[in-house]
């Protein structure tokens, strides 16, 4: 296996760090970047450092457990998330986590992230999961993301931030500043007064040629062939118990139709799904309309 480069990865993880930074992803000493050097050997950020500003001679190195083994400043306090993916996902060089504002209102707000509403998203990310909060820094933290990183290479942390991952620094930054830039579209919209989503069809194509270009998505794997593709249904099973609601966004329309349906004949036609999440739609769907109708007033 050729040797990396040890200075010019170094170098890479100042200018993501740059671009973090300079992007509003990373307040003050927020943020920090990791990269897989060989089987027992990372490189990482330090902490109380400015990761707009950082030169190679900055960054620290750590073994798998966390342990720091080089690096005149103190490695990350994070770093133990950073490794939980690396030793889950053992093809992931780098992993990049802060705390970009627009991705964070709905880490915050315990939102579940639309689907089925822009093109390159439904190619790129796919269903974007929340863990359960934790107080940073432990392992108990780091292991917020274990039922959800082998699924999706970008995760939002819930009242926290981001943490997305990949084989080169860049490729693990992209997801976090693709992920921001939806939830930034997805707000402005809302507060234009609409949201329109795809229908099932329309976004079916684009999974086609998101399996056609060699990307993997969750919803294409074994198990989900009948899942509603726009219905968020990947993660939803995590979300009672991690807090999340849907309450800014309305459900995809495939779901009120169906829930429509469900009221009339009984037990609707159904995708395969329990019946929980149609009710809970169900329950969703009047409950908004009742209290639409009571704002008329
Ligand atoms: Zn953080």
Redesign the pocket.
Same mark, same amino acid.
């Given at each position: 296996m050729e040797k990396p480069n040890i200075h010019k990865l170094k170098q890479e993880m100042c200018e993501i760090g740059r671009r973090i930074y300079a992007k509003g992803f990373a307040a003050g000493n927020?943020?920090?970047i990791s990269f897989r050097l060989g089987e027992n050997e990372v490189l990482c950020t330090p902490t109380m450092v400015c990761k707009g500003f950082m030169s190679p001679d900055y960054i620290c190195t750590v073994d798998m457990e966390g342990k720091q083994l080089s690096g005149n400043r103190k490695r990350t306090s994070?770093v133990l998330l950073h490794l939980a993916i690396m030793k889950e996902r053992p093809e992931i060089k780098s992993v990049v *986590?802060? *705390?970009p504002p627009h991705a964070t209102a709905f880490a915050v707000a315990r939102e579940p992230i639309p689907q089925c509403v822009l093109p390159e998203v439904e190619v790129f990310l796919g269903d974007v999961p929340i863990t359960k909060y934790e107080t940073?820094g432990g392992q108990k933290f780091a292991d917020t993301i274990l039922p959800f990183v082998k699924k999706t290479n970008v995760i939002i942390?819930a009242n *926290?931030?981001t943490v997305s991952f990949g084989e080169t620094v860049e490729k693990a930054y992209w997801w976090t500043e693709i992920l921001d830039a939806y939830c930034r579209i997805l707000m402005l919209s809302k507060q234009l007064g609409r949201v329109s989503y795809f229908s099932e069809g329309e976004t079916r194509e684009l999974l086609d040629l998101k399996s056609k270009w060699g990307y993997a998505d969750a919803r294409l794997a074994p198990g989900m062939e009948n899942c509603d593709i726009c219905a968020n249904d990947v993660f939803r099973d995590s979300w009672q118990a991690s807090g999340i609601e849907r309450k800014a966004f309305d459900p995809p329309p495939s779901m009120a139709r169906k829930s429509g349906s469900a009221s009339n004949a009984g037990v609707g036609s159904s995708s395969g799904s329990s019946a929980g999440p149609d009710a809970e739609t169900l329950i969703q769907t009047i409950t908004d309309r009742v209290l639409a109708a009571l704002s008329q007033r």
């Open positions: 927020d943020g920090n994070e *986590h802060c *705390h940073p942390l *926290h931030g």
